[in-house]
């Protein structure tokens, strides 16, 4: 059974399971006077046991899956002649990514064998005794946890106490699985750059101010000693960002404040969706649009003039990153300024101030917690955009401040640096997460000094 069809069939049993368990509940209320003189409302002993039919299986439904790799390889490896199973563990391991690709009708790596057919045909057969097989265990589990938990039905029983209780348990493990995947990428990602560092020194990639992580793969190959001076990248990541805030903040927020202050509900509900749109038009989208029609413009618009505009600069990257992000500032600081008490605005309005006075002088200061945090979110989502960047910016590693030439950020040299066929230990792969690591460090930053401002005024506005 697939394991969408065997989800969806949890999902059945475990409906069927708040029916049976609340018309338990129902039935053993009839000899204790109904439903009143029960300890928890009959939905409660519904939910306990949907939750005992359904948790217990998806646990194992996951310990399945998370082993079935791993027993399945370990049982065609068996069954291989013994030359194959005496190869080298990597060149083992070819051999049995060959074996599922051809199980999976994906191109293998050489010439199949009769051997490997058959091996192929002993993995596909596993693995559908192995679908058949979780799908009776998991089915058996949420079956018997259904009826455990239905035959514990009764009066006394604390259901609603079980089913919080539970609930808390899960909002623990959920928490705890963000924190240590967070922990995890933060962990994977320093280890790489505590080896990058021990091939570059670290103010050498902090202060220098060249950029050409070019390492040479044989001793004779000239032009490729490599530099990693970081300081271009970080300048070009800070002006296309300034830039594109320039254009993002001022309108975002002046947009909000129409919307919720002057702009009448009938307005307010046709030209807030359209806003948003820009929201959801994939990047790439805006890169091409500022790649075709906005670094043309800025171009020969400079050339008219006598500036000489490179073909890609930070300009046209940053003007069309700023329209992509009003969106976030927009709807955001519409929401906080939303939030906003009308207690505040009628006792402005009781003291003879003007609806623009309201604004600049309690709307707007109350509200400005919020609208930090959605100038951050801003900030977070121009500073991480790569698409744009791109197609319209480039990838030279100018240190200039001059938004008319050709720039490069640290998320495009990141992405520029993983793909390929560079070794993954040479330092211009390593570099990469090094560059994640400063770029993680300056967005901590950012978070904390933010943290700050919206805990001085909160404080002073409550």
């Known amino acids: 059974m697939p394991g969408s069809a065997l989800i969806i069939g949890l999902l059945v049993l475990a409906a069927l399971a708040f029916h049976l368990g609340r018309r338990r509940a129902f039935a053993v ?54 030359e194959t199973r005496a190869l080298a563990p990597e060149r083992l391991n070819l051999v049995v990514n060959d074996i599922r690709n051809l199980a999976e009708g994906n191109i293998v790596s050489g010439e199949v064998v009769p051997e490997m057919r058959a091996a192929a045909d002993h993995y596909l057969d596993l693995r559908r005794t192995s679908a058949a097989a979780s799908a009776v265990v998991v089915l058996a589990v949420a079956i018997a946890g259904m009826g455990a938990a239905w035959r514990r039905i009764s009066p006394a029983l604390r259901a609603r106490n079980q089913v919080e209780q539970i609930v808390r348990i899960l909002l623990i493990a959920s928490s705890t699985v963000a924190v240590f995947t967070t922990l995890g990428i933060v962990l994977s990602v320093l280890f790489e750059a505590i080896l990058f560092f021990g091939h570059v020194g670290i103010t050498d990639f902090l202060f220098g101010l060249d950029w050409s992580p070019q390492v040479a793969i044989r001793e004779d190959q000239v032009g490729s000693s490599g530099a990693f001076g970081a300081i271009p990248l ?93 969106p976030f500032v927009s709807s955001l600081s519409d929401d906080v300024i939303n939030a906003v008490p009308q207690a505040l605005r ?98 901590l930053g950012l978070n904390v000094i933010a943290l700050q401002v919206v805990r001085k005024y909160r404080e002073q506005y409550e």
């Not at 509900?265 to 969706?273: I, L």
Request: charged share 10%; with cysteine.
């Open 29 to 82: 209320s009839t000899s204790i006077g109904g439903t009143k003189n029960l300890h928890s409302l009959p939905s409660y002993y519904g939910s306990l046991t949907a939750l005992w039919c359904a948790l217990p299986a998806v646990i194992v439904f996951g310990l399945w899956l998370s082993f079935e790799s791993q027993i399945v390889e370990s049982l065609v490896v068996s069954g291989l002649p013994e």
């Open 234 to 326: 970080f300048a070009g990541t800070l002006l296309i960002s300034f830039i594109a805030m320039m254009v993002a903040a001022p309108i975002g927020l002046f947009a909000a404040i129409y919307l919720a202050e002057y702009a009448t509900p009938a307005f307010r509900s046709v030209a807030k969706p359209i806003l948003e749109v820009l929201a959801g038009v994939p990047t790439v989208v805006y890169g091409f649009f500022a790649a075709l029609m906005v670094a043309p413009l800025i171009r020969d618009g400079g050339a008219l003039v006598g500036l000489d505009v490179a073909s890609e600069s930070a300009l046209a990257a940053g003007l069309v990153m700023g329209v992509m992000i009003i």
């Open 346 to 443: 009628d006792g402005s309005y009781g003291l003879g101030a003007t609806r623009s006075e309201t604004i600049r002088q309690v709307v707007l200061p109350a509200a400005l917690p919020g609208i930090v945090g959605g100038m951050l979110l801003a900030v977070s989502r121009a500073i991480g955009e790569t698409m744009i960047v791109v197609m319209a910016a480039g990838l030279a590693a100018n240190l200039t401040a001059n938004p008319l030439q050709a720039v490069t950020t640290v998320t495009v040299q990141i992405v520029t640096l993983l793909v390929g066929d560079q070794e993954f230990d040479s330092p211009k792969t390593l570099a990469a997460f090094a560059l994640g690591l400063v770029l993680f460090a300056v967005t």
